[in-house]
T-cell receptor, first 109, second 113 residues
């Protein structure tokens, strides 16, 4: 079967750095997406990786290793507004999105 | 900015009722999707559409149908609501292309009693 694994919940301190991991086992791979979802709101697109390596976008970076079936989202200089759920999703060989259950990130002052 | 609008934020319906969830996007996107989101589970795809009058079943289509008569509008229909359809329903749209991200509406929280 197809599977995306993320930690259920993480806690970090304002101003610090946090890494949210995502491992996947899918039938084929056609890209990996990260979305942010604040409580009660719509998910919003953060990043897309299809080649190995690190993609940096301001305070957020996303890394992909296709050989390891692994990605992480790195958040630097954490702010209270970064408290949200972070969803990892992979496009399989049929270009269908397979979603992880999401990681709830709690930021403490 | 893409706007995806879902007609209701909260709905309460009774078992057996027919329920319509409406979704409209304003950016001329070809693709539209309906997902449900339940605690502890990843988003699950109910139906999707790549063009007007086209529809494809997702992973959990049972008990649902859809309609796409106009490019901007994608409706989800629960033919006879049941309590196990109590959930958050998310509509999304995207451009054609494998790298195009999804743009989501704010969701409709449906409670079936």
């Amino acid at each position: 079967g197809q599977n995306i694994d993320q930690p259920t919940e993480m806690t970090a301190t304002e101003g610090a750095i946090v890494q949210i991991n995502c491992t996947y086992q899918t039938s084929g791979f056609n890209g990996l997406f990260w979305y942010q979802q604040h409580a009660g709101e719509a998910p919003t697109f953060l990043s897309y990786n299809v080649l190995d390596g690190l993609e940096e976008k301001g305070r957020f970076s996303s890394f992909l290793s296709r050989s390891k079936g692994y990605s992480y989202l790195l958040l630097k200089e954490l702010q209270m507004k970064d408290s949200a759920s972070y969803l990892c999703a992979v496009k399989d060989s049929n270009y269908q999105l397979i979603w992880g259950a999401g990681t709830k990130l709690i930021i403490k002052p | 900015d893409v706007k995806v609008t879902q007609s209701s934020r909260y709905l309460v319906k009774r078992t057996g009722e027919k329920v319509f969830l409406e979704c409209v996007q304003d950016m001329d996107h070809e693709n539209m999707f309906w997902y449900r989101q339940d605690p502890g589970l990843g988003l699950r795809l109910i139906y999707f559409s790549y063009d007007v009058k086209m529809k494809e079943k997702g992973d959990i289509p049972e008990g649902y149908s859809v309609s796409r008569e106009k490019k901007e509008r994608f409706s989800l229909i629960l033919e006879s609501a049941s309590t196990n359809q109590t959930s958050m329903y998310l509509c999304a749209s995207s451009l054609k292309g494998e790298t195009s991200p999804l743009h989501f509406g704010n969701g409709t929280r449906l409670t079936v009693t």
